[in-house]
C-alpha cells in the first residue's frame, strides 16, 4: 500500500495558478503511475491528469489540458499538478491516487487506482 499526502491547495481567484503536491511512502513510489482526480460539490470524482512511472506518457481531461500539467520526482517520491487560469469550475477537492498495480500504464479509470490520499481543496472565485 502507497500512502499518500496531498498539499496547496487553498482560496484562489480566478486566473490564478496553484501547485498541488502529493507526497508518496510505501511501496517502491518509481514503479506505480499515479493520476490526480477531483470531486466538485455535488458530482462525482472525476479524472484530471495521470502520469506514467517515468514520467513518458502524460493524459489529461480535456477541459484541463492546456492549463494543468502533471509531474513528478521520483527522487522525491512526489507527483506535482501545476494548476494555470483557474476557474471557479475548478473548485473541487483533489485527489492523489497510485495505480494498484506495479510497471502498469497510466489510466483514467479510478478503478485501476488502489491508494487515494485524504485530498486538498481548491476554490477559485470569480
Known amino acids: 500500500q502507497v500512502q499518500l499526502v496531498e498539499s496547496g491547495g487553498g482560496l484562489v481567484q480566478a486566473g490564478d495558478s496553484l501547485r498541488l503536491s502529493c507526497a508518496a511512502s510505501?511501496?517502491?513510489?518509481?514503479?506505480?503511475?499515479m493520476g490526480w482526480f477531483r470531486q466538485a460539490p455535488g458530482k462525482e470524482r472525476e479524472f484530471v491528469a495521470t502520469?506514467?512511472?517515468?514520467?513518458?506518457?502524460?493524459y489529461y481531461e480535456d477541459s484541463v489540458k492546456d492549463r494543468f500539467t502533471i509531474s513528478r520526482d521520483n527522487a522525491k517520491n512526489a507527483v506535482y499538478l501545476q494548476m494555470n487560469s483557474l476557474t471557479p469550475e475548478d473548485t473541487a477537492v483533489y485527489y492523489c491516487?497510485?495505480?494498484?498495480?506495479?510497471?502498469?500504464?497510466?489510466?483514467?479509470?479510478?478503478?485501476?487506482?488502489?491508494?487515494w490520499g485524504q485530498g486538498t481543496q481548491v476554490t477559485v472565485s470569480s
Open positions: 491516487a497510485a495505480h494498484r498495480t506495479p510497471y502498469r500504464s497510466p489510466t483514467s479509470r479510478q478503478a485501476d487506482f488502489g491508494s
Open positions: 510505501g511501496r517502491t513510489f518509481s514503479n506505480y503511475a
Open positions: 502520469i506514467s512511472r517515468l514520467s513518458t506518457s502524460v
